[in-house]
């Protein structure tokens, strides 16, 4: 494995009881990637993420983040993390809900803040509570929320969910635009046009990675014309693990 | 109107209410805890309040019936009364007897309590009372007036002279009982309120406090941002640390308003530092910050919060000595009163500001205070950590 990954997960499970929430998966991200983990609901997108940032600790299998064992405090500084729902103060506006979570991250300066909050386009409406604000709205303070302590890591679960189609592509494109000033993003999606919008893709089902690929790789090898039949091939060959 | 839909929804709120098991086996149960808490502390027999007695009598030679000794006649009064375990004591020990609770109350009978009463026909005795609760002494001084009464009554058996009976009297001023009462603290102008109102405002912090604190964590965990919390380097002690002191802060402003419309409003006495009682109020708060988070734990809506009353709060009103002295309690409940944070708050808050006590007579209940609010603060940072991995 290279060691310039700022992810690796070697072989990682977590059972809920008899569930089999993720079962060992692999992944290695490397810098300024976007990596798109793609799954249907249930497929344990949101639990392998948890795992990645030691919200979760695995059954077995180990994770490392920036070269550091997972769990550890320190390392989250520098990880952004976006929830699926909007988790948001209501009764705070928009730049106090902001300004909090980049002290809560130890790495508070206004100009990062205000830089956030600017690249969400939200500069306007920084005074606004965020009780008064629509859902679009809120999605967007939730990611300057992630934004503003300026992680090198960002884990977006799921961002694009009731999002309307034009926001989602300003979202892909502030995603590339951190792409390319070196941040990490690992986005998951049950959304497939999204996908071809990442670096690579890992698609997930039943907490198993199948396979693993650019989005035209993956097409080619599943020899299928969209990434649906692309996922649909790799997963009734039941062949765990990405092979390369 | 559409009955139908009437009923429809009817039902749809039956199958909701059904569904939270919680809701409905506390529909039943909570009432009926609380009304048992009440009817055991409303039916309880008092028991026997410790009373001191100095019987310094000596007694008179009567040429018919031999030595009568009404001060020993009187104690045995009292003894009989079943209200008293009494407890002989010399002049010198009262107050320190006193101060430390050994007695509630002590009966001064004089050296020649004997002589005078036979020669007047008029009990005269002194009675020297804790008197930081007003309801036990006025229990106290009740029976001890009763007593007297009796005693006096047996004198016009015995002694046969005088007909004119004991109970009648001749007018308000020759009562023939006359019990001078003299307190170690407090005093006679002390009631009820004086007793309730130290431990009533510090019940109001702590009850609001735990409140807030349950309804913002549940929050916390319901909006999603407890999980944001978690994925920063943010550490569980940091998260309760933070609530405490900020939740802490209202609940001091609230209670030095309070505090200080009682005592200029109301009128109710206070000695000893105001500071103290901030104190011990901002203990008791922190107390109720940590029961609130603790409590989230098991809630999932803001409504199974306000189910904590009958379970948290009620319980803690009714058993911590806030209205009932917890002397006064059946023997069998009062083990359960020490297992509640606000009895060591009630009694800190009592001290000081009826006996005027400082630090260093308060100080063993501000330390299991401390250790209750240390205990409840490692609990609920675990409980966190519980829940996010």
């Known amino acids: 494995m290279n060691s310039n990954m700022i992810l690796e997960t070697d072989e990682i499970c977590k059972h809920f009881g008899n569930i089999q929430a993720v079962n060992g998966v692999s992944l290695s991200v490397g810098h300024g990637e976007i990596y798109g983990l793609l799954g249907p609901n ?35 500084a520098h990880v952004g993390y976006m929830t699926q729902a909007s988790a948001l103060y209501e009764e705070l506006t928009v730049a106090e809900n902001v300004t909090f979570f980049a002290r809560m991250f130890g790495r508070y300066d206004p100009a990062w803040v205000k830089e956030a909050i600017e690249l969400v386009d939200l500069h306007s409406r920084s005074r606004s509570l965020v009780r008064t604000l629509s859902g679009g709205l809120r999605q967007r303070t939730s990611l300057a929320c992630t934004l503003a302590h300026k992680p090198r890591l960002l884990l977006l679960d799921e961002p694009t969910v009731g999002v309307d189609p034009l926001l989602r592509v300003t979202f892909w494109s502030y995603f590339r635009q951190l792409a390319e000033s070196g ?29 693993e690929g650019s989005a035209n790789e993956l097409r080619r090898r599943a020899g299928s014309g969209t990434l649906e039949e692309a996922f649909l091939y790799f997963g009734s060959e039941k062949v765990a693990g990405g092979s390369q | 109107m559409n009955l139908g839909r009437v009923f429809t929804l009817s039902q749809r709120v039956m199958r909701q209410v059904l569904r939270d098991h919680r809701t409905v086996a506390l529909l039943v149960f909570a009432p009926l805890l609380v009304l048992t808490l009440g009817a055991i502390l409303f039916r309880a027999e008092p028991p026997a309040i410790s009373l001191g007695v100095v019987n310094e009598d000596r ?31 010399s002049r010198e020990e009262v107050d320190d007897r006193l101060r430390e609770s050994a007695v509630q109350g002590v009966v001064v009978i004089p050296p020649d309590f004997s002589a005078n009463t036979l020669a007047s026909r008029r009990v005269v005795l002194y009675l020297r009372l804790e008197g930081s609760n007003p309801t036990r002494s006025q229990a106290i001084t009740a029976q001890v007036t009763r007593a007297a009464m009796v005693t006096l009554a047996t004198l016009t058996l015995t002694g046969g002279s005088a007909k004119n009976s004991a109970q009648t009297g001749e007018d308000d001023t020759g009562l023939p009982v006359s019990v001078q009462t003299t307190y170690l603290f407090g005093g006679a102008e002390f009631d009820t309120l004086d007793f309730v109102a130290p431990v009533y405002v510090a019940f109001l912090a702590m009850f609001f406090v735990f409140l807030l604190a349950c309804v913002a964590f549940l929050r916390e965990r319901s909006q999603g941002t407890m999980e944001r919390l978690a994925a920063t380097p943010a550490t569980r002690t940091e998260i309760v640390l933070g609530y405490m002191i900020g939740l802490g802060l209202f609940a001091l402003v609230q209670v030095t308003v309070i505090l200080f419309y009682t005592v200029w409003v109301l009128n109710v006495h206070y000695r000893g530092s105001l500071g103290l009682l901030l104190l011990v109020i901002t203990l008791l708060a922190v107390v109720g910050v940590n029961l609130g988070i603790l409590a989230s734990a098991f809630a999932r809506t803001e409504f199974q919060v306000i189910q904590f009353i009958p379970l948290v709060i009620i319980p803690q009103v009714l ?46 209940n501000l330390a299991v205070l401390i250790g209750i609010a240390g205990a409840l603060f490692i609990l609920s940072a675990w409980m966190i950590r519980r829940e996010v991995t």
């Open chain 1, 183 to 211: 941040v990490t993003l690992i986005v998951s999606s049950h959304v497939m046009d999204e996908a071809e919008r990442c670096d690579r893709l890992g698609f997930l089902r039943q907490g198993k990675l199948l396979a």
């Open chain 2, 319 to 364: 058993l911590g000595g806030t209205f009932w002295a917890v002397a006064d309690m059946p023997a069998y409940l009062q083990p359960v009163a020490h297992l509640m944070p606000i009895y060591y708050a009630n009694q800190a808050l009592r001290d000081v500001m009826l006996k005027g006590w400082g630090l260093a007579e308060i100080w063993p």
């Open chain 1, 42 to 76: 249930g497929s344990g997108k949101t639990t392998l993420i948890r795992l990645v940032i030691g919200l979760l600790r695995p059954t077995s299998g180990s994770v490392r983040l920036m070269g550091e064992r997972v769990p550890n405090k320190a390392i989250l």
């Open chain 2, 59 to 89: 007694g008179v030679q009567h040429p018919v019936v031999g030595t009568i000794a009404l001060g020993e006649r009187m104690r045995d009064e009292l003894d009989r009364s079943g209200a008293f375990i009494l407890i002989p004591l």
